[in-house]
């Protein structure tokens, strides 16, 4: 057999080799089809739960609209806003006022451990 007759593989090699590529290629396309698809739904989730959220604070918002409004005067209101929520109105001052009771027992703790026996 001459060597010039022999079939040559080279075809035969690019062949697989463009199958292969193109194969590849499509399954590369099909995962980032996939991937996208999956990364939107998730984006829609989340705008559905974001959606209910806003609905449900919207609907605490009026509620407590309409306890304002059942009310009637400010005064409850701002009694409870200021328990609550501790504000103030402009201008005014918090005073607080200790029992003495208590300032004696944290003076009887502060007292150091050697002084103890010198009593």
Do not use: C, H
């Not at 396309?29 to 209910?52: C, T, W």
């Not at 929520?85 to 201008?91: D, M, R, S, T, V």
Request: aromatic share 14%.
């Amino acid at each position: 057999m001459n060597y010039y007759n022999k079939p040559s593989k080279f075809p035969l090699i690019v062949g697989v080799v463009i199958i292969f590529l193109s194969l590849s290629f499509t399954f590369f396309i099909i995962y980032s089809i996939f991937k996208k698809e999956a990364r939107e739904q998730k984006i829609k989730d989340q705008v559905v739960e974001l959606q209910r959220k806003i609905e449900e604070l919207e609907s605490k918002k009026k509620s407590f609209e309409n306890i304002e409004a059942s009310l009637g005067n400010n005064y409850f209101f701002e009694k409870e806003v200021r328990l609550k929520l501790n504000l103030k109105k402009p201008g005014e001052k918090v005073i607080t006022i200790l029992r003495e009771e208590n300032n004696k027992k944290e003076e009887e703790k502060k007292t150091p451990w050697w002084q103890i026996f010198n009593k």
